[in-house]
Each structure stands twice: as C-alpha cells, then as structure tokens.
C-alpha cells in the first residue's frame, strides 16, 4: 500500500487560501494507486499535474525504482508554494510552475508527458462564477467549474490529443495516460465518447464512488 | 523549484510568440546546489527528451562547464553523472527567466517561476 503522503505542514491557514484534500483527492490517489504496477511498467520519465493545489496528489506517486520528473502547475500561488512545501515534506522533487493549466510547457512537452493528472474545477456554476474565480486565482478557482463544471476542464481536453488537425500541439506521449477526475454532471459518458470521436483516446472509468451529493468518477484515456 | 530540467521544458507562451521563444535566457539568478538521488536508467531514458544546446548553454550560464557540445554516443557513468548534477541538482532559487524573442520577464522567486501572462499577452 502506498502510504498517504504527509501533510503535517500545512495548517488551517494554507488551507483558507488552497483546496484541502477531500474525496475527490483520495479518490484520485486511489486510483493511481490501483493502476500502480502498471504506472510502473510503463517507465514513465515525465509526470504532469495540472491545478495541483495542496501537493497531495504529486507527492503521491512512487515509481520508486524510476523516479519520473514530476512537474506541477497551479494559477494559484499559494498553492504553488504548498505544492513545493508538500513535495519536500515527502522527499519528492516538484517542479512547481505558477501558470495557466499548461502555459509555457505546451511548446516542450508536446508528446512528451508520460502521465498526466488532472483533478479540474468541475463544479457546475454560472459561466461567469468560473472566469472569475480563474481570473482571481484564489481558492474558488479550484471549484468553480462554469456549465456543467466542464469550462476548464473542456480547455485542458483540447491539449490531451490532436484532433485530425494536427497542427493541434498535444501532451500525451504514444503510451501516455491521462488521469481525469469529473461528477456525473459533467457527463462522463459524454465525454468519454467525445475524446473517441474527436482524439480517437480510449477510456476506462477507474473508479467511482459516491460522497455526500457527489457521484465522483476517475477516468483514465490512453491510445488504447 | 527551477532546476535545468525544468528551465529545458519552459518557453515563452505570450501571445504571438510562437518563434525563437526557446530557451529562456537566465538573468541575476542565485543558485543552490542540493543532492538528487541518481539514476542511469532515468537519466538515458530522459536525455532524447532534453534540447541538448539549451541544457549546455544554460548550465554554461551558470558557471557549469562539465557538458560537451553534442550528448556522447557512449553514455558511460563519468558522462551521467555529469548530467545527473546539471539537469537534477543546480536548483535557481531567485532571478528571471527572458525570451529571447519577445524579451518578456518571468520572475523566478523562492524556486517558483511565475509564467503567468497578463490579459491581453495570453495567445
């Protein structure tokens, strides 16, 4: 069992600024988890979290014979900084990048990244609840999902995969995975089918569960 | 944190940019150097990922001479471990990162590069 990663260091203050690990977190680690001896086979060489947060989930992983270059993005600072401080509370070296989902890594890590995790705001909200909480970079934005909770999550699936234009930079490597954790309001089959017809990515719901009024789900795309 | 592997994976993403924008040219950086656990099997798997003059140039920004103009065919341990501590463990703590085509600024500041773009730079 891979033990939880230590978050001792951050206090209810950290917390007022960042997104504290919850059920959709675990659910993800769970995941990953359960996919582990595989992640491992693949030899993964780099790692990408987009919206990271706490750090909980980058600090997760543990290719302990192959440790991959694990970067992080958060629009958030704080979260930046937790991220770093939860990478070295638990030994891991994060690379944590203050940007916008992608910014700056789209030009270098155009198939080159080996796993990518994104836990996305996908809470449903007005349209422009969602654009302001990005704007304002502060905790809402690790919420506020806009229609369907899917606006920065239909973003980030645009950078997965090239559609048939290939002029379309994407991120995943030929045996990348992508880790996607989403609520049955932001249609899952739906999105499944999408990334089929439009990226031609094959999908498997890793897990899902129900918490309070969240029916949460994992889904992992790859080439097939 | 901003080690030479994550300087290789970073490029200028202002609007119009989209030529010349890579590597990120290094200005009034501090470093510190922190051991990084080492591995041979990484470091042959990572090294067709790396923009190879960039790494040269920029550890040669710092200071760092140890790398040869072009990756060697034979990667022997003298070689890794010479790559090892460039790309793993030179970690730049404070400066900027600046496009050589744009000549836009992104602060690095307690090891965390801030690629963020104003509103009307975002592409």
């Not at chain 2, 600046?98 to 090891?111: D, L, R």
Request: hydrophobic share 40%.
């Amino acid at each position: 069992m891979i033990p939880t990663p230590d978050l001792s260091h951050l206090s209810r203050g950290d917390y007022d600024h960042v997104y504290e690990p919850a059920e959709d977190t675990f659910l993800l680690l769970d995941a990953l988890e359960q996919d582990a001896t595989e992640l491992l086979r693949s030899r993964p060489l780099i790692c990408l979290e987009i919206g990271s947060g706490s750090g909980c989930v980058s600090s997760f992983h543990s290719f302990s014979n192959y440790p991959p270059v694990y970067i992080s993005t958060d629009i958030n600072l704080h979260a930046c900084r937790c991220t770093r401080r939860t990478g070295l509370q638990n030994k891991i070296p994060i690379d944590s990048i203050l940007t916008s989902l992608t910014g700056a890594l789209m030009h270098r890590l155009s198939h080159a990244v080996d796993v990518l995790l994104f836990n996305p705001p996908y809470v449903p909200t007005y349209s422009d609840e969602a654009d302001d909480a990005q704007h304002d970079a502060g905790i809402a934005g690790a919420w506020a999902g806009g229609a369907d909770g899917m606006q920065i999550t239909n973003t980030v699936l645009q950078q997965v995969e090239p559609t048939a234009d290939q002029s379309v930079q994407s991120l995943l490597s030929p045996t990348g995975r992508f880790y996607l954790v989403a609520v049955k309001e932001n249609d899952v089959p739906g999105i499944r089918q999408r990334m089929l017809d439009e990226h031609r990515l094959q999908s498997q719901i890793v897990l899902q569960r129900r918490a309070g009024r969240e029916h949460l789900f994992v889904v992992r795309f790859s080439r097939g | 944190m901003v080690r030479l592997i994550t300087h290789n994976l970073l490029a200028c993403h202002a609007k119009g940019c989209t030529s010349n924008n890579f590597p990120l040219q290094l200005k009034d950086v501090q470093v510190e150097l922190r051991d990084a656990e080492y591995n041979a099997d990484f470091l042959r798997g990572f090294i067709s990922r790396i923009e190879w003059p960039a790494l040269v140039d920029a550890a040669r920004q710092l200071g760092d001479t140890s790398l040869p103009n072009e990756p060697p065919e034979m990667m022997d341990d003298d070689f890794l471990q010479k790559l090892h501590h460039v790309l793993l463990e030179i970690h730049i703590e404070e400066g900027a990162m600046i496009c050589p085509n744009c000549a836009h600024v992104y602060p690095i500041s307690n090891g965390i590069p801030n690629m963020l773009l104003a509103e009307h730079e975002i592409g």
